[in-house]
């Protein structure tokens, strides 16, 4: 019996002892309500039309949109926050079972269904729906029902009264639907339900149903394990005896690689080509309570915990070993084969271990030190490993006592290289140190014509030319001298870190702030992104199929080589999405071996790739783009009655704008379930922008100030940068200011037209009023003129004269002539004084007036003087007006001053005649001694009543003209001489008036 325990005792240890060595690590995403879920407990999982990927939970329901959840419980309109089960229809609802009753999102809105009063309140636990639109629903207690455009009835033809517990319903192709109940299976078509028998005649509660590629049925039960019903009708068992973790199966999928997860609260098992696969907490899960499980659009799996939120499987690329796979540490600092092939793993705090995790090397066996940073297999066979105090050289799994390697005192060894000729060189901290095959030791050190200081990486060229890493740029040495490469010479940064050379024979170097690529003559230089961490290269390897790969601390980048040198983007970037632990890789830890097998030193524990399972980049679909949000002036906003309606993300429908609320803020996501991180976006604001604006990941774009007009926001994303999807469109309108809509035109022009009146109104009172007061100056002045005329026209010297020349033919006895001189004269006075009455008279008054004053004179002066007055026919003097008493002044000044001064008699003549168009000129004539004797005579004499009486009758006309009543011009007194001779004639005035 001791025995027996014993050789059972040897094989459970041998069995945990091999397993722990085969086991392995897989990259596997955990969001949890730290991250913004809802609750832990993720019961299902569901992806809508657009892209977004929902999880039920125990507290509500999240919306995720790779980067952001957006969670929905009682307050947002749940009737229930325990979510079982989530169904999309296609065409923009997601239907829920929210306890009792049925939950649909629609965008904002959330609405709840009961269900009828025969289910007596039972819970929902699962829904399916098919191409038709109609809702399958399994209740647990209540039996199915169906939900279509007449409402929620129970299902024709299930049985309510036997198979009322539904855990499970699965929709197949042909539109029949696979029911799982506590008591069996059934399946149901047109109406009609058929019990379906699985494994034994026993009754098994059927928790979870899925159906392959094939049309095979995968159905799980409580406590049976799982079933494969094959479509011929054949069943295959699997249960923890031929692997399953447990005869309980949670939940159920068929990917589309027609793989089978089954997942159990103990883990994941993976059935593929007939090998069952482990995935639990020792492969990397986070947690193993498997209650859910989805493939989404992209393809990628995930999987709902009980108690740990949501897991994403990164796949299988790339998995990790670490301390609890059997390594000796996480930290990984070399990977060096020996002469059977199997792996040596120098570690930062552990000495060497054997990849198998059966063998290590430490201090205690000899090694100088136990943080080892490069290691070497030579052409003999043997390793050897630097340290962080020297050199070690391991053969047969045991330490070399070699004296020889003293002479490297405690130096740190950091790189190491065998040459074509068995040397062995050692990059130190200060320099590089040469064995030979006799053991001999050589330092040269980083003086100024040394390699320089901290030699991380050495590699050997075509034509035997050592290069050399170090901190002070890339160093070549030919055997006798050293050469730099710096920054001077185009090189990235002096601080090299890494060699390998392409299939070209060209170098190239990782540095501490991107990759050089020197080709023999220059420098070309490539960049993996504009973070620092993407250009922090900390190893470089070349696989079978020519590829770099490089390890810096944001992940592993692969390239070609020609690719990369026309255009840097032309990568492939993988970090913890795609299955890393950890993004920050150790200093040349790296290997490739011709089998493609490719292994990576991380702070997060050995990294495990083949190569044939990365093909190339296929052509990344861009990510489903959606405008979420339009805010204004930063501030969510209420849009109701503001616009036509709103639409299924709450955007307004029709939006018109008042010109004051012209800064908006539009929000939008690019869904990427897979790589959130690379989602870029580019948007436009037509109307405004001419072109697209450069790239960002910023999930928001904001205009201020826009004029009035009409726009269209258009946001398109992509993850590789040359894909780009069909932009999401925003169209509003932002109305005219009212200073530029026509009311406010018409408003300003009746305004200005009635401003412009009323000044022009104003304006023209004024000047109104002024020419009243100047025509009331003037009427004034015309009235003392024509007073002062009237007293010219009867100064008392003429009325004397007059009267003594009456009173001189009384004396006479002549009563006759004093009768006609009297008479003649009373006519004179009779006249001015009526004319005086008036402002003007006609000519032929003014005429007859002057022949009046004519005769009196020439009675007066019959011998000094003889005058005629003519007026042509084709005068009216009738018509004419002119202002009374104007022509006298200028006829007694012809008289007075031209006539009676002559010795001889003289004449004058008036002439009254048409002077041109609507025209009349009065001529008066003299043959007097002319205007130069006149005005010599009376240089010394003080002015009389005759010039006075021309100066206002020259009034007069001004007066006239100026109150715009007559335009009477005057010429004149001219003095009038012969042409020929020069002899004064006599004087001339002509006074023209209108006619």
């Not at 704008?657 to 959130?676: E, H, K, M, P, W």
């Amino acid at each position: 019996m001791r025995i027996a325990r014993w050789w059972s005792l040897v094989f459970v240890l041998t069995t945990l002892s091999s397993s722990v060595v085969r086991s392995q690590q897989y990259g596997f995403m955990q969001w949890t309500p730290k991250q913004g879920l809802a609750q832990s407990q993720v019961r299902c999982m569901a992806q809508d039309s657009k892209g977004y990927l929902w999880f039920g939970t125990l507290g509500g329901a999240s919306r995720f949109d790779g980067r952001t959840f957006t969670n929905y419980a009682l307050q947002e309109g749940l009737p229930d926050a325990q979510i079982s089960a989530m169904v999309d229809d296609g065409r923009g609802t997601l239907w829920l079972a929210a306890g009792a009753r049925l939950a649909s999102i629609n965008g904002p809105e959330v609405r709840s269904e009961p269900l009828p009063p025969t289910s007596r309140n039972a819970r929902i636990m699962s829904l399916a729906m098919d191409a038709t639109g109609r809702l399958f629903i399994g209740t647990d207690g209540g039996g199915m029902y169906l939900r279509d455009t007449a409402g929620i009835k129970a299902l024709t033809g299930f049985p309510m009264d036997t198979a009322a517990n539904i855990r499970s319903i699965q929709l197949l192709r042909d539109g029949s639907l696979l029911i799982g109940t506590r008591n069996g299976l059934l399946h149901w078509r047109h109406g009609n339900c058929t019990a379906i028998p699985v494994g034994d005649a026993e009754p098994k509660t059927i928790t979870a149903l899925a159906v392959g590629r094939d049309g095979t049925w995968w159905i799980g039960t409580a406590e049976d394990g799982l079933f494969r019903r094959g479509p011929d009708g054949r069943e295959q068992h699997y249960d923890e005896e031929s692997g399953l973790l447990l005869n309980n199966v949670r939940c159920l999928l068929v990917d589309d690689e027609d793989r089978t997860w089954v997942g159990t609260k103990f883990g994941l098992n993976l059935l593929e080509g007939g090998r069952m696969r482990v995935f639990t907490i020792h492969q990397g899960m986070p947690n193993d309570y498997i209650t859910s499980a989805f493939q989404d659009s992209e393809g990628d799996l995930w999987f709902g915990t009980d108690g740990a939120g949501a897991l994403r499987y990164s796949g299988d690329r790339f998995v990790s070993f670490t301390i609890k796979d059997g390594l000796c540490s996480d930290l990984i600092m070399s990977i060096t084969p020996d002469v059977k092939g199997d792996l040596w793993l120098g570690s930062y705090d552990n000495g060497v271990c054997r990849l198998d995790g059966m063998a290590t090397i430490n201090t205690l066996d000899g090694l100088p030190n136990n943080t080892v940073w490069c290691g070497l297999l030579d052409k003999r066979g043997r390793m050897w490993f630097g340290t962080s105090e020297g050199l070690a050289c391991v053969e047969n799994g045991v330490v070399l006592e070699l004296p020889q390697l003293d002479t490297l005192g405690d130096q740190r060894i950091v790189s190491l290289h065998e040459t074509r000729t068995g040397v062995i060189w050692c990059g130190m901290r200060d320099g590089l140190a040469r064995v030979d095959v006799d053991g001999s030791v050589i330092i040269l050190g980083a003086g100024e014509n040394g390699p320089g200081r901290s030699v991380r990486t050495i590699t050997e060229g075509p034509d035997g030319t050592l290069w050399l890493g170090t901190e002070n740029g890339l160093y070549s040495y030919d055997g006798t001298s050293f050469s730099a490469l710096t920054t001077k010479d185009g090189l990235c940064d002096n601080t090299v870190q890494s060699l390998c050379w392409d299939v070209r024979g060209r170098l190239w170097a990782g540095t501490a702030n991107g990759l050089s690529c020197w080709d023999g003559k220059h420098f070309s230089e490539v960049r993996f992104g504009a973070d620092f961490g993407s250009n922090f290269i900390d190893l470089l390897v070349v696989d079978l199929r020519g590829r770099i790969w490089a390890g810096t601390n944001n992940g592993l980048f692969v390239f070609h080589p020609d690719s990369a040198l026309t255009d840097a983007s032309n990568h492939q970037h993988f970090t913890t999405n795609n299955g890393l632990r950890s993004l920050e890789f150790n200093l040349n830890a790296a290997h490739s071996d011709r089998q493609g097998r490719m292994l990576f030193g991380s702070t997060g524990g050995l990294v495990h790739h083949r190569v044939a399972r990365t093909g190339e980049e296929p052509n990344i679909a861009p990510p489903a783009i959606h405008i979420t949000g339009l805010r204004s002036f930063l501030q969510r906003t209420d849009w109701t009655g503001q616009c036509q309606g709103l639409d299924a993300e709450g955007l307004p429908l029709g939006l018109i704008l008042a010109y004051r609320r012209n800064y908006l803020t539009f929000d939008y996501v690019g869904i990427s379930l897979s790589d959130a991180e690379k989602v870029r976006y580019r948007y436009r604001l037509i109307g405004y922008d001419q072109n697209w604006l450069p790239t960002t990941d910023a999930r928001f774009a904001s205009y201020s100030n826009l004029s009035h007009g009409q726009y269209t926001f258009e946001v398109s994303t992509t993850v590789d940068g040359t894909s780009w999807s069909s932009p999401a469109t925003f169209s509003f309108e932002i109305e005219r200011p009212y200073w530029l809509k026509w009311w406010f035109f018409l408003l300003c022009g009746v305004t200005l037209t009635g401003t412009a009146y009323g000044i022009h109104r104003y304006r023209l009172s004024i000047r109104q009023r002024h020419e009243r007061t100047r025509q009331l100056m003037l009427r004034s002045r015309m009235l003392q003129l024509e007073q002062q005329a009237l007293n010219a026209n009867m100064n008392r010297h003429f009325v004397f004269n007059a009267l003594n020349s009456i009173q001189y033919h009384i004396n006479k006895q002549d009563r006759a002539t004093a009768s006609r001189y009297l008479t003649s004269f009373a006519k004179l006075i009779r006249k001015n004084l009526d004319a005086s009455q008036n402002d003007t008279t006609s000519l032929a008054e003014e005429l007859e007036r002057l022949e009046l004053y004519l005769t009196l004179e020439h009675m007066r002066f019959k011998d000094k003087f003889r005058y005629t007055v003519h007026v042509d026919k084709d005068v009216d003097s009738n018509h004419v007006q002119l202002p009374a008493m104007m022509l006298q002044p200028y006829v007694e000044n012809s008289i007075w001053h031209g006539i009676l001064p002559m010795e001889r008699q003289g004449e004058v003549r008036i002439t009254v005649r048409t002077s041109g168009a609507d025209r009349v000129a009065v001529v008066i004539e003299d043959d007097g001694v002319g205007v130069d004797r006149s005005l010599g005579s009376k240089q010394n004499a003080p002015s009389d009543h005759i010039s006075r009486g021309i100066e206002i009758t020259k009034g007069r006309a001004d007066v006239l003209r100026k109150l715009d009543l007559s335009d009477i011009r005057i010429q004149g007194p001219d003095q009038r001489n012969d042409p020929v001779t020069g002899t004064v004639l006599g004087t001339s005035v002509t006074i023209d008036l209108p006619a």
